[in-house]
């Protein structure tokens, strides 16, 4: 089955994860992360890959101007509903957009689902006027949440059995191939999905210790910025 096809099928039960304890705490510190990351927020910021609008609610409500694609109409139909903000349905390959015309880009959890990164990634490079920037999150290849969630996925239909996973090297061998610059990784979860939530304010003190620290090579969610030069 093609990603895209499973986000059709599982849409409606998208956003139940980020109700459960652990889903909200995942959601909190990856966004704590990716917001500190952004330096650009004046413009315009698309947000790639949107689904439920997650990140695209978010943006709004800080006041950023925000646009949402998704290549999936059922996803979006949920977006839609959360927000007044343009939305597009669209293929992150070939991105309805004229060049230099947005001021960044934020993509989460998009990337492991294509099958042509370096096409979306020169396609980021296009649409981006210069000095804006591209802030992408990913799953790593290098972490304890993700091989269970791998393994899981075996036995049951997941979202990560269509996953392509990444390790921090290879993100950032991409961004520079692609001609990005300044580039920086950060690093967050690093605890299997099945902790017990009593333990919760104590792993959110180590994924804010651990974010900037090598250890953000083994974190399960990963995140890159890089600037068009
Ligand atoms: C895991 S969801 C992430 C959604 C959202 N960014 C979030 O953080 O909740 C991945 C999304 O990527 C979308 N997607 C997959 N391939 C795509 C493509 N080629 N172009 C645009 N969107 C795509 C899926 O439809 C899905 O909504």
């Given at each position: 089955m093609e990603p895209v096809a499973y986000f059709e099928q599982i849409a409606s039960k998208y956003d139940?994860?980020?109700?459960?304890?652990?889903?909200?705490?995942?959601?909190?510190?990856?966004?704590?992360?990716?917001?500190?990351?952004?330096?650009?927020?004046?413009?315009?910021?698309?947000d790639l890959g949107c689904g439920t609008g997650?990140?695209t609610?978010?943006?709004?409500?800080?006041?950023?101007?925000?646009i949402g694609l998704d290549k999936s109409m059922e996803m979006l139909k949920i977006a839609i509903q959360k927000?007044?903000v343009p939305f597009v349905l669209g293929d992150a390959?070939?991105?309805p957009?004229?060049?230099?015309?947005?001021?960044?880009?934020?993509?989460?959890?998009l990337?492991?689902f294509?099958?042509?990164?370096?096409?979306?990634?020169?396609?980021?490079?296009?649409?981006?006027?210069?000095?804006?920037?591209?802030?992408?999150?990913?799953?790593?290849?290098?972490?304890?949440?993700?091989?269970?969630?791998?393994?899981?996925?075996?036995?049951?239909?997941?979202?990560?059995?269509?996953?392509?996973?990444?390790?921090?090297?290879?993100?950032?061998?991409?961004?520079?191939?692609?001609?990005?610059?300044?580039?920086?990784?950060?690093?967050?979860?690093?605890?299997?999905?099945?902790?017990?939530?009593?333990?919760?304010?104590?792993?959110?003190?180590?994924?804010?210790?651990?974010?900037?620290?090598?250890?953000?090579?083994?974190?399960?969610?990963?995140?890159?910025?890089?600037?068009?030069?």
């Open positions: 139940t994860w980020y109700t459960t304890p652990i889903g909200s705490y995942v959601d909190a510190v990856e966004k704590e992360q990716v917001f500190s990351l952004m330096k650009g927020q004046k413009g315009v910021i698309l997650n990140y609610l978010a943006l709004n409500r800080l006041g950023i101007k925000v927000m007044s390959s070939i991105l957009f004229k060049n230099q015309s947005l001021d960044s880009i934020l993509s989460i959890t990337f492991e294509l099958t042509y990164p370096e096409k979306t990634l020169s396609e980021i490079y296009r649409v981006l006027r210069p000095k804006g920037e591209i802030i992408l999150g990913t799953m790593n290849t290098f972490s304890a949440w993700f091989l269970f969630k791998r393994l899981k996925s075996i036995f049951k239909e997941t979202a990560y059995r269509y996953a392509r996973f990444y390790t921090v090297n290879q993100l950032k061998i991409l961004f520079k191939q692609a001609g990005f610059i300044n580039l920086t990784t950060r690093g967050v979860i690093y605890f299997p999905a099945f902790i017990p939530c009593f333990l919760i304010p104590l792993v959110e003190k180590l994924d804010r210790k651990w974010a900037t620290s090598p250890l953000r090579h083994l974190a399960a969610f990963v995140l890159i910025r890089g600037e068009k030069p």
